[in-house]
């Protein structure tokens, strides 16, 4: 019974680290920013309301002529990194909008994957996307920008959008697509909903999804971006985030819950047969190599944000893919220059010493030496960001220095006391 217990507890302890690595937090973070401003469901309900007008009015012909445009998006992509290898390439972010690009279009060749009786509802949504060559003040830009940050894990409460919070500013929300990529903690991704407030605008993704060419197997065709940048279009998920709920798109079948994994045939749920669940539809939660496709209700929700007077209108008109006014060099950014702490001397005899520059956040934090059969030896607290350390009482030998702080950034340091 006993080994029976310990297995449920494994199991659960599983599902639960599993699970801790959502695909999507979009809605919990609607919800929790629903609960700090009650005032901006309001807001939601108007902008649902002109979605679903813009919808019927597009019924007419004028209007379906002018469906035809392509829409571009200027996009700015923030990088933040704590450690070197999270600098990722220009080349990566460019996989990232061309993934975009792939999937907006319908251009991706898993097209073939879409089953045959939902074929007649997949959409080339007409919307590209492309990195902005103009800044808000109209000088030369890459649409990329890199920020080195003393934060190691984010969490996704948006501090990341604030420079004030060791992240960085968005762009104007009416003229770019934010894109913050970062190490985030316990999720690949997370968008703003439409109608929030503008500085918290954008979508921000792990940096182990960015691209095509990332660390997380199942996750490496940048379809987290394109699943987010569903939401920034005010897109939903499939199940309308309740069972068997609405995800207001007339030709996406209800479905009860999310699909994870990559499931093949069909799967019926809320009396959705003939046609079973759209698990391979992009605002699902399947793998990235499993879902292929928009439809074209989703399409016509998306494009309708920016009909006139929509929320997204004000991006047709953006500076942000115009030729610049001023052209500037690239100021690379300055990484401070210990990403680490640094302990000097090592060997040492009666005092170390650890240089914390790099992060004056390690103040007041307890640092633990242990020795080599992992026994407490010494502990103290940090009071200098150049800390002196008396070891002139520890025998002689190898230890392990170690702390760690709330946003998970830890010092794992040895050194040898001769
Ligand atoms: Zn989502």
Known sequence: MKIRFVLFLFVAILAHTLAAQQRCASFDYMQSQLGKNPSLQGKMDAIERFTQNSIKKSQNIQSRLEDGLVIRIPVVVHILYHEPGENISDSRVMEQIAALNRDYRRMNTDTVNTPNYFKQFAADSRIEFRLAISDPQQRSTTGIIRKYTPIAQWEGNDKMKFSSSYGDDAWDADSYLNIWVCNLKGVLGYSSFIG????????????????????????????????????????????????????????????????????????????????????????????????????????????????????????????GLNTPLVYQTEVPDSPPKWLHPQLYPNPATNELNLDLVYDIRWLGKTVTIFNSAGQVEMQFVINSKYQKIDISRLPGGLYLMSAKKEDGATIREKFIKI
């Not at 998920?237 to 990559?262: E, I, K, N, R």
Request: proline share 5%; net charge negative; glycine share 12%.
């Open 196 to 319: 929030g407030p503008a500085n918290l605008d954008g979508v921000v993704i792990s940096n182990s999804v960015f691209g095509q060419t990332g660390t997380f197997s199942a996750y490496d065709k940048g379809r987290t971006a394109v699943h987010e940048v569903g939401h920034w279009l005010n897109l939903k998920h499939l199940w309308g985030d309740t069972d068997c709920g609405d995800d207001q798109v007339a030709d996406t079948p209800p479905q009860s819950t999310f699909t994870m994994g990559c499931p093949s045939g069909m799967k019926v749920s809320c009396n959705n047969s003939p046609t079973g669940n759209m698990y391979m539809n992009y605002m699902d939660f399947t793998y990235d190599d499993c879902m292929n496709m928009f439809t074209k209700g989703q399409m016509d929700r998306m494009r309708a944000q920016f009909d006139e007077g929509g929320p997204r209108s004000l991006l047709l008109f953006s500076q």
